[in-house]
DNA sequence: TGTACATCAGTGAACGCGCGTTCACTGATGTAC
DNA sequence: TGTACATCAGTGAACGCGCGTTCACTGATGTAC
């Protein structure tokens, strides 16, 4: 039966928010439509009134993961002075939770490998995604300088490596480990950064 | 009707060089059972005389990649001086030419973010794959120290996490720019580890 | 404000399709004597 | 060395299943008067 215009929006809200939490937690090609519904108590069908098809989907869960752990991060950096700041969000990024709990993290870790071989639309919202990943880079290193921007990328490839591996590792330690020397090293290189600036 | 023993050997070895090369370009989910077979003229049927399922084939492909990329990467180093051994394998690793060339290439950067959806046998041949990764960053930067180790580690999660990240980007500049900015930031970091060496 | 009707959010069954896996079968290969 | 038979690599059709998508339908919501 149908619904009030309020409903339809929290039911389109509410199904973007689970596709974005399944596909990082089991992957783009693990999650089927029926699985994102079903965990919402609803059946398939509908689901055609709100998205044209799963790739639609897709790319709005991909966006939506996106802002929500950029928030997350800005919120995380309102207010802290430098050093502070670069301590809460590198150990954020690269820690065990972080590591444990992709339904919640970062879109551009999960997916990074598996993104390759999807639709444009998918590629072009984890495209913009990796774009809000370098923004945050930029609260940490500023600047519109070359070597701010090759040190932004550096580190946004670091760390995605570091925690992509550390979650595909089957070995425990060796997971903690690449975390802890990536750490390690991204600290020690903005303070290096701090000091030439 | 039934082969050799030698025709069944060569028909196995096929298959997973095929698997390997199969899913390092589409992914594991995209490659069917019958892709691989169909690739070499083979029928399905055939393929449970060789393999006990698809996740054992899986996990041969991904130890066969490892293997052959290892050998290519060996075969690189021998005879070569540090400096110019450092170079060839780093931007040998992180060319566009290794971007474009999945197939070919890297199994852990292929693999990273889909393998931590698979079952045990391809997560360990991955575990196995990344551990050969961490070989040939010995030949750049040897011994057994904390810091050798960290910067291992380190030099890996960079130079993976560029090439993934380079190959799941649709902006083709962005892709560039990023293997070009860790390109620099790995090799110049090997410089500085000899010079303290 | 009240009524008649159009809209459409969500249901539930059905569709065609490709998947991994199984199986009876074929006939060349390998083995035992 | 020759023969009779067992083995088994590969064929091709079939299996049950889950997928993305479609569609006729329901009835509450929204709109026009």
């Given at each position: 039966m149908r619904r009030s215009r309020e409903d339809a929006a929290r039911t389109r809200r509410s199904i973007v928010e689970t596709a974005s939490r399944l596909i990082r937690r089991q992957g783009i090609g693990a999650v089927s439509v029926a699985d994102i519904l079903g965990e919402l108590g609803?059946?398939?069908?509908?689901f055609y009134r709100h998205f044209a098809d799963k790739e639609a989907l897709i790319a709005e869960a991909i966006e939506a993961a996106s802002l929500e752990t950029t928030d997350q991060h800005r919120g995380r950096a309102t207010g802290q002075p430098q050093p502070a700041l670069a301590r809460a969000l590198i150990e954020g990024y690269l820690s065990p939770g972080h590591r444990d709990h992709p339904e919640a993290g970062c879109p551009v870790a999960a997916l990074c490998s598996e993104?390759?071989?999807?639709g444009e639309l998918a590629k072009e919202a984890f495209g913009k995604a990796f774009g809000r990943l370098l923004e945050i880079s930029a609260l940490l290193i500023p600047g519109s300088s070359p070597a701010a921007r090759d040190l932004r990328l550096q580190t946004a490839a670091a760390i995605v490596g570091a925690l992509v591996l550390s979650r595909a590792v089957p070995d425990a330690r060796l997971a903690d480990e690449i975390l802890a020397a990536v750490r390690r090293d991204v600290l020690a290189r903005l303070d290096a950064w701090k000091e030439t600036a």
């Open positions: 609803l059946t398939v069908g509908g993104v390759a071989h999807e």
